[in-house]
């Protein structure tokens, strides 16, 4: 199992023998997790993968790694197959209060699952070389990256703007901002400086899918992948309020909790936009070459046909983090396959309404 965990796409869920889909950070059974192979479609226990975190909440996974943070808030990075670990600088106070919050220790307490909301490695890191970059301050989220260089975190240099999502490939970190525009800035000097600026690209709107997923129904959320040397923009439609009937709902239909039912969020499509660069246009795409796209909390990733995959397919977990820990009833359940050619929507856990911790996508690098 842990030499297939290697080189296949995985899911990291709560532990098989958890009782129930709660994590007790107290308890020290907590740093047990399972995992679910796609190739196979089994889940397996993994004993002991945070055996010297309990506590620990995953806020990213890159290059084969883990980024979690712990009790403290503290940054760190592991590989569950090897075991290795490595300690990260804390944040600083003046990055803490940056994102508007009120001093460090209000921050571990009462933020540590909302602070960062996409962490991505540079490349396959070690105590001694690594370069993580973060954002962080939701909603208004901001850039800070650091590295063996500095040995602390600083904020990235001209990034002004609210981001959606970041990922790196050849030591360019690209940003997309709220307004789908894209920056890169080159991590290969001592200093990352922005060389790329592809400013309010056009984006073809689809006026029957603006009708069928109204903005007082649903939300949306962007992700950037890159997909053999072209940008894509994954948009993703989340139904505020579910039924058991999977019909989204108006508010104030479902949330008491005595003889009412509970309505979840829950994602019920996506779309798919390729960059031209000439028209600085995003184009609506309908395929993937048979490959496939995972978003969530991992950083957002491409892999090709033949991956052991469904292809034309997007694997998605629930990244919803401002929500995801405001109810015990839901949270982190968000977690499917969606086809982009039949727009069907297949939810791997179609039965729980909350996931703690939730899954994060493991996509090796081999892919």
């Not at 883990?66 to 503290?74: S, T």
């Not at 990055?95 to 540079?122: D, G, N, Q």
């Not at 070459?289 to 034309?312: H, L, P, Q």
């Amino acid at each position: 199992m842990d030499s297939l965990s290697k080189v296949v796409p995985y899911a990291i869920l709560p532990s098989i023998f958890q009782e129930s889909y709660f994590d007790d950070e107290d308890n020290t059974a907590n740093v047990h997790r399972s995992i679910f192979v796609l190739i196979d479609n089994k889940r397996y226990e993994w004993n002991n993968m945070f055996k010297d975190h309990p506590g620990a909440w995953c806020v990213g996974s890159s290059h084969g790694f883990l980024i979690f943070l712990d009790n403290n808030g503290c940054p760190q990075l592991l590989n569950p197959s090897s075991n290795t670990c490595i300690d990260l600088p804390s944040f600083p106070n003046s990055l803490i209060k940056h994102a508007s919050v009120k001093s460090y220790s209000y921050y571990a307490e009462h933020l540590r699952k909302t602070f960062i909301s996409k962490a991505v490695l540079m490349c396959s890191p070690s105590p001694s070389q690594y370069t993580l970059a973060v954002m962080y301050g939701y909603p208004l989220c901001k850039i800070a990256f650091c590295s063996n260089r500095n040995a602390s975190w600083v904020e990235l240099f001209d990034a002004k703007r609210c981001y959606y999502d970041i990922v790196f490939d050849n030591n360019m970190l690209y940003a997309l901002a709220d307004d789908c525009s894209i920056e890169g800035w080159d991590f290969s000097q001592k200093v990352p400086q922005k060389i790329l600026f592809v400013k309010y690209p056009i984006m073809e709107k689809d006026k029957e899918e603006e009708t069928k997923f109204p903005c007082d129904k649903f939300s949306s959320q962007l992700y950037l992948v890159i997909a053999k040397g072209e940008f894509l923009l994954v948009e993703r439609f989340i139904g505020n309020f579910v039924n058991g009937d999977g019909e989204v709902v108006y508010e104030g239909s479902n949330l008491s909790y005595e003889g009412y039912e509970i309505c979840p969020y829950r994602t019920k499509h996506f779309s798919v936009y390729k960059l031209d660069f000439v028209k600085k246009r995003w184009e609506k795409i309908k395929s993937l070459d048979g490959g496939a796209i995972f978003v969530g909390a991992n950083e957002s990733k491409f892999v090709t046909a033949n991956s052991g995959c469904e292809g034309n397919s997007i694997y998605f977990s629930d990244d919803r983090w401002e929500e995801m820990n405001l109810d015990y009833s839901y949270g982190g359940h968000d977690w499917g396959i969606f086809n982009l050619q039949n727009s069907s929507v297949k939810f791997l856990a179609p039965d729980a309404n909350k996931m703690d911790p939730p899954p994060i996508w493991m996509v090796p690098n081999s892919n």
